[in-house]
């Protein structure tokens, strides 16, 4: 039998895909070459922060002196050229992770300016409060707004126009203190993904202004997508997920920030608690998993943007818009598919879900999910809740219906997703 018939797939879609297959190889040769670097790179890191197996060990109580704990903060932040780091099982999401850096950063009074217009929903809401368009939850008056920080974003298409009349200028002076990057495009179709060339102008931008204001990158789906990282292109922190590319689809929660040390301190204090900093928090169990995950990462996410490039120019083919396209230049690794109705939605992610190892034989609906206004609906039978470093696919229902994929823990694994899509429109 061939791969096609064992999953019920025509012989036709199989050669479609063998012939975009064709098409994308200098792509994939190119992902290939980044894949080494970046693995060549962790590898080093782990040599130099001289990890041994002692590292694995679990820590209990206060964690106090957990050494495996701290060499994974040092290993985060010499890989991505940072003074320090705060890697820790006890974030559960990446807006957990850079809320807690807008805690540790940000006083009554201060302002905080977004430069890729208003971030994704979930933050959004943790940034802003109640808006009329969500639902009513009391927990919104922790909100910055509610603390007295005021918030202000500008489009990056208007960023040169902005430079050039003064408007930035005046932005950028007291009380703005921080400045935030939002590398992804988040759930918002019509912007590209960042990348490490386009948030180092940026930043020289800013500099250019304003030489201490602190910039923070929401780094999530990019760790590991180029040879850089946004640290080298002059941002003072990063921050992500560690159910997405860092956690090479191993970790089983968790979030990072790398950066300025003394940003670093500032946040570990609002992670804890003042005077306790980051030398607190114990690290129970599953070290070696963040550990491993995180040398396997640069593979994981060179697998994934395989998938996504090969997803791109087959969709494409098949007669849908798509972004990025699958020769453009990536900043992360999530691929978007612009379908016509709700109803290709549902059949896509239903085509994710049953091609999934994990609850295949479920259905996603659309459903409610905190902090976010419109219906959502998710597909992935993944290994860890929620972990998009696995083959997975979500939608909010609002037009314009944009399909966002991304994942993959191999490539053979999305590809066999990918007939499932293609067996139905082709």
């Known amino acids: 039998m061939q791969w096609w018939e064992m999953v019920g797939i025509r012989r036709r879609t199989a050669l479609f895909i063998k012939e975009v297959e064709d098409k994308v190889a200098v792509q994939h040769r190119e992902i290939t070459e980044h894949a080494l670097f970046n693995q060549a790179k962790v590898l080093g890191a782990f040599i130099s922060e001289k990890i041994s197996d002692d590292c694995f060990q679990s820590n209990e109580g206060y964690g106090y002196h957990d050494m495996g704990r701290d060499k994974l903060e040092a290993l985060f932040a010499r890989t991505f050229h940072g003074e320090d780091a705060i890697v820790r099982p006890h974030f559960f999401s990446g807006t957990h992770t850079i809320f807690t850096c807008l805690r540790g950063l940000l006083r009554p009074g201060e302002r905080m300016i977004s430069l890729t217009g208003p971030p994704y929903d979930t933050l959004s809401r943790a940034i802003l409060g109640q808006k009329e368009s969500l639902p009513i939850n009391d927990t919104d008056k922790s909100s910055l707004t509610e603390w007295g920080i005021s918030f202000a974003h500008v489009e990056m298409g208007d960023l040169p126009k902005l430079h050039e009349n003064g408007t930035l200028a005046a932005l950028l002076q007291a009380p703005t203190r921080l400045v935030f990057i939002q590398r992804s495009r988040g759930y918002n179709p019509f912007r590209p993904a960042l990348t490490v060339t386009d948030i180092a102008n940026m930043t020289a931008t800013v500099r250019g202004y304003a030489k201490d204001v602190i910039i923070l990158v929401d780094n999530c789906y990019g760790e590991f997508v180029e040879n ?44 804890s608690a003042p005077g306790l900093g980051k030398e607190l928090g114990a690290f129970i169990q599953n070290k070696r998993l963040y550990y491993q995950g995180f040398f396997m990462a640069p593979q994981l996410v060179a697998e994934s943007l395989k998938g996504a490039v090969t997803i791109a120019a087959a969709m494409e083919e098949a007669g849908y818009t798509v972004s990025p396209r699958y020769n453009d230049k990536r900043g992360d690794m999530v691929q978007t598919v612009h379908l016509k109705s709700k109803d290709e939605l549902a059949l896509f992610c239903n085509a994710v879900q049953c091609s999934s190892p994990i609850n295949a034989h479920f259905t996603p609906v659309p459903g409610t999910t905190p902090g976010y206004g419109d219906p959502i609906l998710m597909a992935g039978g993944t290994f860890v809740q929620g972990a998009s470093s696995e083959f997975s696919a979500d939608a909010p229902l609002r037009e314009p219906y944009t399909l966002y994929i991304q994942g993959g823990l191999s490539y053979s694994h999305v590809i066999l997703g990918l007939s499932v899509m293609l067996d139905t429109i082709i």
């Open 228 to 271: 850089k990282e946004p640290l080298e292109g002059g941002a003072d922190l990063i921050a992500g997920s560690l159910i997405k590319n860092p956690g090479g689809g191993l970790a089983p929660a968790g979030g990072y920030i790398v950066g300025r040390k003394k940003y670093i301190s500032s946040i570990s204090e609002a992670f």
